[in-house]
């Protein structure tokens, strides 16, 4: 028997870039995931770039975001 915990979020996925090439100009897009029981607002995101300039970009999803859900986030 699985638990679910109340406040679980994550990134599922990076829809762009999709070839794994990043330039300064292009915009980082993800999949945010509700993983949890309750809806969840201001979520805090991180992703890492690796490549020929590595970069950790940081935003605040703001949400709501409903238990068992995803959304587009740039």
Same mark, same amino acid.
């Given at each position: 028997?699985? *638990? =679910?915990? =109340?406040?679980? @979020? &994550?990134?599922?996925? $990076? $829809?762009?870039? /999709?070839? &794994?090439? +990043?330039? %300064? *100009?292009?915009?980082? !897009?993800?999949? !945010? *995931?509700? +993983?949890?029981? %309750?809806?969840? /607002?201001? $979520?805090?995101?991180?992703?890492? !770039?690796?490549? @020929?300039?590595?970069?950790?970009?940081? &935003? $605040? +999803?703001?949400?709501?975001? =409903?238990?068992?859900? /995803? =959304?587009? +986030?740039?």
């Amino acid at each position: 028997l699985y *638990n =679910a915990s =109340a406040t679980d @979020a &994550g990134v599922s996925s $990076i $829809i762009s870039p /999709s070839s &794994g090439c +990043f330039g %300064a *100009n292009e915009n980082v !897009v993800v999949s !945010v *995931n509700n +993983f949890g029981t %309750a809806s969840l /607002s201001n $979520i805090p995101v991180t992703v890492w !770039v690796n490549g @020929a300039v590595t970069q950790t970009l940081n &935003g $605040i +999803f703001a949400g709501p975001l =409903a238990p068992n859900t /995803s =959304a587009v +986030f740039t």
